[in-house]
């Protein structure tokens, strides 16, 4: 029985399955990984004096390697069978693999992203229909699989975490089946305004609000995300009395506290991690491709809320009207491959892929790559890349909060200027040191990396420290301290 608990879809390992049946492990990518493996892993010197809390974290089998691995272990207990989990008790739902589908790609990547970072082509999409109805009914399926562990693994009075939008209903579900919990729910994402939310058909839109008042408090990465989670509980949602002042939402004679945590990152374990042989490999290998040109960097998941495309007709359109960068700068563009079940980000990827090749023929010449782009999963090298960046652009069209953002000025060796869109999240706490741009605007974003370019060196350092200061604000043990704190 645990005295904490964490529910979130993806877990801090996933496994692939080779022919032989040998399973290789990888770390998941993603703002939510990243800040809940620094809470759990038991590996160095805590951050904010905090040890690492006694966590079972509950997480979904994400493909069949994930399945064969959480059927081997007894009761799901990766970390009872031997695999690194970094150092938390990790237990993973093996949810039948149809149903797991429905409920992560059509619900929760197609329908609930989307909602939240305004990406429908609304004369197309969302269209909701009777299978979306089946699709929904996976989604409640899915949720209550992850009720039902923790119902079961909570001792008396526990608290639990529980993650994002693919849980949005799991509060309400585990309220039900266990009221002695304290819960509280947090959403890495942004949070949509009525108007948009109301895309969702209505019965959907109020299940997930009230799902999420199943919590005792619900955790957001800004204030614009709080407000606009109040402005639709107050809104669409029959019966639920929203107090501004004090930030609650009372339904059902429940009180849910909603609460701002801006997650940063643990400045002490990422430059630990950047300090490693591996990534300094990395740097002399770019170095040798791009000799002493100024560097314009981003790294993302290859995600269409990133905005990559307009990112990268925004550094065209730089090369267009300032012809002396050309043969003095390169743009390094690394994307992490991620969802690729779902039609839009493949074509997304192929998209960036179109684009990046257009400006190499455009603009390259034998002795000069304009951009160089990889879509693969290479941690040490992007760790690198910051090290070295001259400018990183972080340009989303919508972002929860976006941790490139903070991690690169914190990696930064000569100090790098930052071009951030001010519809991430993170521009709450960096644009006053950020050169920030409207993320529609490609004629802003190019004349805004043209700028970047052209700061002094201090002012750069000067601004990257501030930048990196306000990035380790709330290190990911503090911030998930904190909403325990809130639960008592
Ligand atoms: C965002 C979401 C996370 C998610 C991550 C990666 O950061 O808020 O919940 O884990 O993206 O996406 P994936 O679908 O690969 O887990």
């Known amino acids: 029985m645990s005295q904490v608990l964490v529910a979130s879809n993806r877990g801090p390992v996933s496994f692939s399955l080779a022919d032989d049946g040998t399973l290789a492990p990888r770390r998941g990518g993603g703002g939510l990984v990243a800040g809940l493996a620094a809470v759990t892993e038991a590996d160095r010197a805590p951050d904010g004096g905090q040890a690492p809390p006694d966590v079972l974290w509950v997480c979904a089998a994400l493909g069949e390697g994930d399945r064969s691995a959480a059927r081997r272990a007894p009761g799901g207990r990766l970390d009872l069978d031997g695999h690194d989990t970094g150092g938390a008790a990790v237990r993973m739902l093996d949810i039948p693999a149809a149903t797991f589908h429905r409920a992560y790609n059509a619900v929760a990547n197609s329908t609930l992203w989307f909602v939240h970072h305004l990406l429908y082509d609304t004369p197309r999409v969302p269209h909701f229909d009777a299978r979306a109805r089946r699709d ?23 608290k639990a975490a529980v993650q994002d939008y693919h849980l949005s209903l799991a509060p309400r579900m585990l309220r039900d089946r266990r009221p002695d919990l304290r819960i509280v729910h947090f959403s890495h994402t942004p949070w949509a305004s009525p108007e948009y939310y109301r895309l969702l058909p209505d019965d959907i839109g109020a299940a997930v609000l009230d799902g999420i008042l199943g919590a005792d408090h619900a955790g957001f990465l800004t204030d614009r995300w709080a407000a606009a989670f109040l402005d639709c509980c107050e809104q669409l949602l029959p019966g639920a009395r929203v107090d501004r002042a004090a930030r609650t939402v009372t339904r059902g004679g429940h009180v849910t506290r909603v609460g701002v945590h801006p997650l940063g990152v643990d400045g002490e374990r990422l430059r630990a991690r950047a300090a490693e042989p591996d990534v300094a490999e990395r740097r002399r290998a770019l170095r040798e491709q791009v000799g002493d040109r100024r560097l314009i960097v981003r790294i993302d998941r290859t995600e269409p809320s990133k905005n990559i495309v307009r990112g990268l007709a925004a550094y065209r359109e730089m090369l267009a009207d300032h ?58 090298r992007a760790l690198a890349a910051y090290q070295v960046a001259d400018v990183l652009v972080v340009n989303p069209i919508r972002d929860g909060m976006n941790l490139v953002a903070k991690e690169g000025p914190v990696v930064s060796e000569r100090g790098c200027a930052l071009v951030l869109s001010r519809e991430a999240g993170a521009a709450a706490e960096l644009a006053g040191d950020a050169l920030t741009v409207n993320p529609y605007d490609v004629s802003q974003t190019a004349e805004a990396l043209h700028q970047a370019l052209l700061m002094p060196p201090d002012r750069r350092a000067e601004r990257c420290a501030r930048l990196a200061a306000a990035a380790t604000a709330l290190p990911p043990r503090r911030w998930f301290a904190d909403q325990l704190a809130a639960l008592d």
Not at 146 to 158: I, S, T, V
Not at 337 to 356: I, K, Q, W
Not at 365 to 374: K, M, Q, V
């Open 136 to 158: 929904w009914q996976s989604y409640e399926a899915y949720n209550a699989a992850f009720a039902d562990a923790l119902a079961g693994e909570a001792a008396p009075g526990a």
């Open 323 to 380: 012809p002396e960068w050309h043969g003095r700068v390169v743009h390094l563009a690394f994307a992490y491959p991620s969802r690729y079940d779902l039609p839009e980000y493949r074509e997304y990827t192929a998209a960036v892929r179109r684009l990046a090749g257009r400006i190499r023929d455009e603009y390259g010449t034998a002795s000069w790559d304009p951009l160089i782009l990889r879509v693969e999963d290479d941690l040490p």
